[in-house]
């Protein structure tokens, strides 16, 4: 026996609270430069069951958002009712936003557009490698796992495409994903946890690239530790 269709309707204080704290977090990107003209994108996770999230708008420069500019989407990164009035565009990349929360149970979803994790992938197409830094702790890591394989996928501009590669390759001890020539997508149960694993990703990123990224092997030879 199939029941009726959950329900979900966002309260006024729910509302309020998501898109004041979205508004406030893609500033604060902007002025790491992370969100520069109006790139990137970030969501809360409303309700599991059924899936919503609210999404910043789409187009927007994303130093001016107000509380308001911000839509509330289903598991596809559909529009759906219960957001502000008048209703915006969501995030182009809704859709993905949408899988990663499904997929990793995410209570925050940040993308920005920040260089590293670009010229890592551009670099390591298969995935970029970390290990034995002290800094994968603040990514959610012991700083002495094996190796961590950031994951890249190839750009598209079909969210269903991305979000299919985003989970063929899903790994739930890695809160991060790569989109070749375009971006880092970063998750977390909140957005002040999702921006504290992105900040020591992107320095992650930078040291092998700086390094060239065999870090792991002086030390497996000894020659560091
Ligand atoms: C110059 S930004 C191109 C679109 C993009 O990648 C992005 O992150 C912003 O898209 P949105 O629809 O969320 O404004
Ligand atoms: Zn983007």
Not at 41 to 50: A, C, E, G, H, K
Not at 116 to 121: E, L, R, S
Not at 190 to 211: I, K, M, P, Q
Request: net charge negative; hydrophobic share 45%; aromatic share 6%.
């Amino acid at each position: 026996m199939t029941g009726a269709p959950a329900m979900f309707t966002p309260t006024a204080t729910q509302l309020d609270q998501a898109g004041r704290a979205l508004a406030q977090e893609a500033a604060r990107y902007t002025r790491m430069g992370w969100m520069r003209g109006t790139s990137g994108n970030l969501s809360v996770t409303l309700s599991r069951d059924p899936l919503r999230l609210a999404v910043t708008a789409s187009g927007l420069d994303k130093d001016e958002l107000t509380a308001r500019d911000f839509v509330v989407v289903d598991e596809a990164g559909e529009a759906v009712s219960g957001g502000p009035e008048p209703a915006r565009r969501p995030s182009a990349e809704a859709g993905l936003h949408a899988r990663i929360a499904a997929v990793a149970g995410a209570g925050a979803v940040v993308h920005v557009h920040v260089l590293a994790p670009v010229v890592a992938a551009q670099r390591w197409p298969s995935g970029v490698e970390l290990r034995d830094l002290e800094m994968l702790k603040g990514f959610g890591r012991a700083a002495h796992d094996d190796v961590v394989t950031v994951p890249v996928v190839p750009n598209s501009q079909d969210m269903t495409v991305l979000g299919d590669a985003f989970e063929a390759g899903f790994d739930p001890a890695t809160p991060a994903l790569i989109v070749a020539r375009h971006g880092l997508y970063v998750w977390g149960d909140d957005l002040h946890s999702a921006r504290n694993r992105a900040e020591c990703l992107e320095w992650l990123l930078r040291f092998v690239l700086e390094t060239g990224g065999d870090a792991g092997e002086h030390a497996a030879r000894g020659r560091w530790t």
